[in-house]
């Protein structure tokens, strides 16, 4: 009986019903942590190694530069990295953990690395930002670790709250077709672009409808898969996979399929590394980078590192370092394109994401849409950097709240569609916009019976 962990041989956790290797280490977290930290700092080299010989190479027509950083700037910038992966809860127990993993890997990291090794600066001047983005993840890891309260749900019966939400998802696919058109043939490579821009043009004129399109992709359809999932409900799981499929076509936009994969990928990982969830994101995410890079090396292409590597996680990164560049030596737009507009004299004649996609890709098209971060350093510098963290921790603590009632697997993967989207989404953008706020009504409405997994 002198085995490790109360008298458990090592021999009896690799038989433990939980995976082997997730037992043994849960069981030891101070080794967890040690091994997160490890691999998250082996994620940030990887990125590193990812842009300089893969990404600026194959894409300096686009403008990609590759700076090389002195051993002891990318030292630090490795550690800057890696830092949040000490403060981050390791487990999957509540929706901003999952929401702060994704955010981390997909934002944080490369906000922090990408600008040292592709803008020309110095060290110097680029330190206050890792900093500040720092002081950031901890103010969300913090939240992520805030005790919860009891939040009262809404009164309505299983029937009441089934009636609302699919009256109220047939009132928007209405609203949708009626403003913009239906498409039923799916684009090819060659015409989602023009699809794309189809539907901007439509949404243009379409006044409030417009919200629909992420309403409905990135909460109603989502909700539809988690609820058929969990509750093993097939009718409503097909409903919320073919809704999904027809906003796809109706736009392009490939996000609403990785929705898909996504839901069913941490579905799987929630279901089998839950004690471990951050480790196995970390990993994930690095095997990702890696797999796409060799994959496109055996080919001779560039397709799969410029869709999973370049435009996921890279481009995050970038734009955080472009938004820094341009409001570090030009006026902040203190919201005033936003809500502030009738009390700010805003000084540029668009927004900021169209502002950096005319600035620093040459085309006033494009709508250079960044992070949480990148848009409040736009806004208030440093201090809009701590300002929208501050209010994200709430906004995901608040979720936490709700989610009380919820079975666990279920609170995790409903909140997967929103967060993904806010690793290229302002923060308010991410509220109203890509649904977080509309799902936090839904969550609240959802009676206490109908949160659960059917037996």
């Keep these: ?11 009896a956790e690799v038989r433990d019903g939980r995976a082997g290797w997730e037992g043994f280490l849960a069981r030891r977290p101070l080794l967890l942590r040690v091994s997160v930290v490890g691999a998250a700092g082996m994620y940030a080299l990887l990125l590193h190694g990812a842009y300089r010989d893969f990404i600026a190479p194959l894409f300096a027509y686009l403008g990609y530069r590759y700076q090389v950083p002195g051993p002891a700037v990318l030292l630090a910038t490795v550690a800057f990295a890696a830092g949040p992966a000490a403060l981050l809860p390791v487990g999957a127990r509540r929706p901003s953990t999952v929401v702060a993993w994704f955010l981390y890997l997909l934002a944080y990291v490369p906000s922090a690395l990408i600008p040292v090794v ?17 002081a950031g993840m901890a103010l969300v890891a913090g939240a992520c670790r805030a005790p919860r309260v009891s939040i009262r749900p809404a009164r309505m019966s299983p029937p009441g709250f089934t009636l609302v939400f699919l009256g109220a998802a047939a009132v928007m696919y209405l609203a949708l077709v009626w403003s913009m058109g239906a498409r039923f043939k799916p684009p090819s490579l060659e015409e989602i672009y023009g699809v794309r821009m189809e539907q901007r043009a439509a949404a243009a004129t379409a006044g409030v409808v417009v919200y629909t399109i992420s309403w409905l992709a ?26 999904q499929i027809f906003m796809f076509v109706q736009g392009g936009q490939k996000g609403m399929l990785f929705v898909l994969p996504l839901l069913f990928g941490v579905d799987w990982a929630i279901r089998r590394t839950d004690r471990i ?37 890279v481009i995050p990164g970038m734009l955080t370092g472009y938004y820094f560049d341009f409001f570090s030596t030009n006026p902040y737009a203190l919201y005033g394109h936003s809500f502030l507009r009738l009390f700010v004299d805003y000084p540029y004649p668009s927004s900021p994401p169209f502002l950096i996609g005319l600035h620093y890709f040459g ?52 909140i997967l569609a929103p967060a993904y989207a806010m690793v290229d989404s302002a923060l308010f953008t991410s509220l109203l916009t890509h649904g977080l706020g509309l799902l936090a009504l839904v969550m609240w409405a959802t009676p206490p019976s109908m949160a659960h997994r059917e037996s």
């Design 1 to 11: 009986m002198g085995g490790p962990a109360g008298g458990l041989s090592l021999g």
């Design 118 to 134: 592709s803008l020309v600066k110095p060290y110097g001047e680029l330190l206050p930002l890792q900093a500040s983005l720092l």
């Design 218 to 243: 990135k909460v109603v359809n989502p909700c539809l898969i988690v609820w058929g999932l969990v509750r093993r409900q097939w009718t409503i799981l097909l409903l919320g996979l073919g809704g």
């Design 277 to 313: 969830f951050g480790l196995s994101a970390v990993a994930g995410v690095a095997a990702l980078v890696l797999s796409s890079l060799i994959v496109d090396s055996l080919s001779g292409a560039n397709l799969v590192s410029s869709l999973l590597v370049r435009r996921a996680i």
């Design 363 to 414: 085309n006033p098209q494009i709508s250079a849409n960044a992070n949480v971060w990148a848009d409040g350093f736009a806004n208030l510098g440093h201090l809009g950097i701590v300002l929208h963290s501050a209010i994200l921790g709430s906004v995901l603590w608040f979720i936490d709240c709700l989610a009380r009632p919820f079975e666990r697997r279920m609170a995790l993967l409903l």
